[in-house]
């Protein structure tokens, strides 16, 4: 009896596993839309040091105080670099339809702190 019941089980998981609907490759494209992550000032200052923004030309570590001393990177870019990223949407970056850069000018001042936070501290 117990043997009857075990196999009646299994044949009905494997009967309702069969019938459950697979999403059409098609319905899934539509929402293909890629995710952009909400990143503080903070945080990006952070992800910049720790060099996860290296694929995107922002160096890491030592390198990223050394170019920010020099002013071969700023604020802003490391802004831009976080956008191509999709660390930072573009709403936050300031960008309009025009293509004029009209900067959320509180979030790159707190980044921007952020940055001679890490100067101060890399010294």
Not at 43 to 65: T, V
Request: hydrophobic share 45%.
């Amino acid at each position: 009896m117990k043997r009857w019941m075990l196999t009646g089980g299994c044949a009905l998981f494997v009967a309702v596993a069969a019938t459950v609907a697979v999403p059409k490759a098609d319905a899934m494209a539509v929402n293909s839309t890629p995710v952009i992550y909400q990143t503080t000032p903070f945080d990006l200052a952070y992800l910049a040091y720790r060099g996860e923004l290296e694929a995107y030309g922002i160096p890491g570590y030592d390198h990223l105080l050394s170019a920010l001393r020099s002013g071969r990177i700023d604020a802003e870019e490391i802004v831009d670099r976080a956008v191509a990223a999709g660390r930072v949407s573009a709403d936050t970056a300031g960008d309009t339809p025009s293509g004029s850069r009209l900067r959320d000018r509180q979030y790159v001042a707190a980044l921007e702190g952020m940055l001679e936070d890490l100067l101060r501290l890399g010294t």
